[in-house]
């Protein structure tokens, strides 16, 4: 099979509807632009849904930088409708739904070529301070021949252009849609418990701040043996659920003390391992509060702008206590495993999802979002 020759056996349309970011503040318009086809060692995805992250939210506010006019959406699910060249050895292939990753590997970097995907130098280099992918181009345009910047692959939009390397096939007793969520909110809360923390059978964890990541979290390490989980949260409401989902033990830290709650849990010892899921100071506090001596807090969430937390240097050496940031996963490798956990019912993914907006409505959508209006996480469902 020559796979330098397209492989659609799908109708693809000359233009689709996405949903663009003119200038920071500026809010989303869907647009009709031309639709994208994929180059060297990349897939067009037909998306049947895009998640609503934090890291959206940031570039659309304008506290983290990003060149506009833009697409963004960066964790997607749909059918693989067009091979670019260069898919020999992917293993896909058109007609199979896949998941994509927000974290796209190059695949031939230094930092790639040590496994290690999360640190890849041309997708920070290249895609997340240009919008470009990894031949310095974007494949979005207007009608009119305007460049879009993609954030990721620009996924709030009708058909997105992934490289293969960021892609993995999803089973038939996959849900599609909620499967969104696999790319990102899944992916990183793997990637916070396997990589960042190398969380170890029997071992104590709290998690501080619940949301769509966390609730990941939360299943991952239960999953992997963690004796205790500790869900601390601000409200009520969106601790609720998290018993079902693995915790242990919850705590509302505006009516109690989380240091001493955890404290209490824990034989006055504290957690082995802290995850911090918000990026602002105060939670960043509450996480290095809770950890015991020896223990580990993983930051997992990106704050808006340039933000700093303060810790305490004498507590951190004496006690030797780690800081570990977690920024995603290793794509290749966990991405798959994800879809795995997922697969056998090992986490679940469709519950995390209590929203579904049009395209029309991500605006709406990411204004509940900023306000702590959704619980778990929300999705653009393109069939809506």
């Known amino acids: 099979m020559d796979m330098t020759q397209s492989l659609t056996t799908f109708e693809i349309p000359a233009t689709m509807r996405a949903a663009v970011l003119r200038e920071p503040g500026a809010g989303l318009k869907v647009e009709t632009i031309r639709t994208p086809h994929p180059k060297e060692g990349e897939i067009l995805l037909k998306v049947a849904a895009c998640g609503l ?11 983290i930088a ?21 898919n020999e050895f992917t293993g896909l292939q058109v007609g199979q739904q896949a998941a994509g990753a927000f974290l796209m590997p190059c695949g031939k970097c230094a930092e790639c070529a040590r ?32 460049p879009l910047a993609m954030y990721s692959m620009g996924g709030l939009a009708e058909y997105a252009v992934i490289p293969s390397t960021a892609v993995a096939p999803v089973p038939a007793n996959i849900d599609t849609v909620p499967s969104a969520i696999l790319g990102c909110a899944a992916l990183t809360g793997y990637g916070a418990v396997r990589r960042g923390a190398d969380l170890r059978y029997g071992e104590t964890v709290a998690v501080v701040a619940v949301g769509g ?21 601000v ?10 989902y693995g915790a242990t033990a919850t705590i509302n830290s505006t009516t109690h003390d989380p240091r001493e709650e955890v404290l209490k849990l824990t034989g006055g010892r504290g957690v082995d391992v802290a995850f911090e899921a918000l990026g602002i100071p105060a939670t960043w506090q509450t996480a290095l509060d809770v950890i015991a001596d020896g223990g580990r807090m993983v930051p997992i969430r990106l704050g808006g702008g340039v933000q700093t937390a303060g810790v305490e240097i004498n507590r951190t050496v004496r006690r030797s206590q780690s800081i570990l940031g977690s920024y995603g996963a290793r794509t290749r490798q966990d991405l798959p495993a994800v879809i795995d956990m997922a697969s056998r019912g090992i986490i679940d993914y469709k519950d995390v999802v209590s929203r579904r907006f049009t395209l029309e409505q991500a605006n709406e959508g990411y204004e509940l979002l900023a306000h702590g209006g959704i619980q778990g996480r929300g999705v653009v469902d393109m069939s809506l």
């Open 53 to 63: 992250c934090h890291s959206d939210l940031h570039v659309i506010s304008g506290a």
């Open 66 to 86: 990003f060149p506009t006019p833009a697409v963004l959406g960066h964790e997607v699910a749909g059918t693989i409708v067009e091979l670019g060249p260069g």
């Open 115 to 146: 496994g290690h995907d999360e640190l890849c130098l041309n997708f920070f280099n290249m895609n997340r301070l240009k919008g470009e992918l990894y031949d310095g181009e974007t494949r979005l345009f207007t009608t009119d021949g305007e």
């Open 213 to 233: 990541v966390s609730t990941n979290i939360v299943q991952v390490a239960h999953a992997m043996g963690a004796r205790q989980v500790i869900a601390i949260d």
């Open 235 to 244: 409200s009520d409401e969106k601790l609720a659920p998290m018993a079902g």
